[in-house]
């Protein structure tokens, strides 16, 4: 199991084509049946109060920006019990569009939920909880937005640098909110990578010191 962040990333980066194929797969059909699932009708009301863009909230006929679409999507997610390479299936397409190349959406699925699975392990007796799931989200909209393999320790740094400290048992209320932040900020990781925004060298392994400081 890996022990690092980088190591997470690196046995990530080796899965095969054809399991990223079968994970796609996978992903996409569950997405189509989310966007056609019954939305509560709080998140409705909430939608119809976005301001108009282009990427849409699933389950309305609505569309609002990035950053904002991925909040309220990754909310209604977590109502939906949605597996997380669903999640990140929407993720690619609200980084990279429609039109983006079958290949590169299945890798960038299927490596950033290995790196959301595999990082970082439990510690024992936490006092706080983290949203590590940022981390994988921010590698898997990396790869879709087309940032090199090179890179992708930097990016992945970058969204450790903007997780959250939570309660070690969060309400469910609270894990929603979580899981919308995880995908918005995986995105916003990405943006602030191509702006020139770095973290300090092992700024993931002193965030996560956050669990179990006294």
């Not at 997470?8 to 994970?23: V, Y």
């Not at 999507?73 to 999640?87: D, H, K, S, V, Y």
């Not at 929603?176 to 990781?189: N, Q, V």
């Amino acid at each position: 199991m890996p022990t690092t962040l980088a190591d997470a990333l690196s046995e990530a980066l080796h899965t095969s084509e054809s399991a990223c194929e079968a994970e796609l797969a996978r992903a996409e059909a569950e997405l189509s049946r989310l966007a056609h699932a019954a939305t509560d009708l709080d998140l409705v009301e909430r939608a119809m109060h976005q301001e108009a863009g282009d990427t849409p909230l699933l389950g309305t006929s609505l569309q609002t920006h990035v950053y904002p679409a991925l909040i309220w999507n990754g909310e209604r997610f977590e109502r939906l019990q949605a597996t997380w390479p669903a999640r990140l299936a929407f993720l690619v397409l609200a980084t990279a569009g429609k039109d983006f190349g079958r290949s590169r959406s299945a890798r960038a699925i299927t490596v950033g939920e290995a790196v959301r699975r595999n990082w970082p392990q439990d510690p024992e007796s936490p006092v706080t909880g983290l949203t590590t799931s940022s981390v994988g989200a921010a590698v898997c909209a990396a790869i879709a937005a087309g940032v090199p393999d090179d890179d992708l320790e930097a990016v992945a740094e970058v969204a450790a640098a903007v997780m959250l400290v939570t309660p070690v048992r969060p309400t469910a209320e609270v894990r929603e909110s979580h899981a919308g932040h995880a995908l918005a900020s995986g995105w916003l990781a990405v943006q602030l990578f191509r702006s020139g925004v770095v973290a300090a060298p092992g700024t993931a392994a002193e965030v996560l010191g956050t669990q179990v400081a006294p």
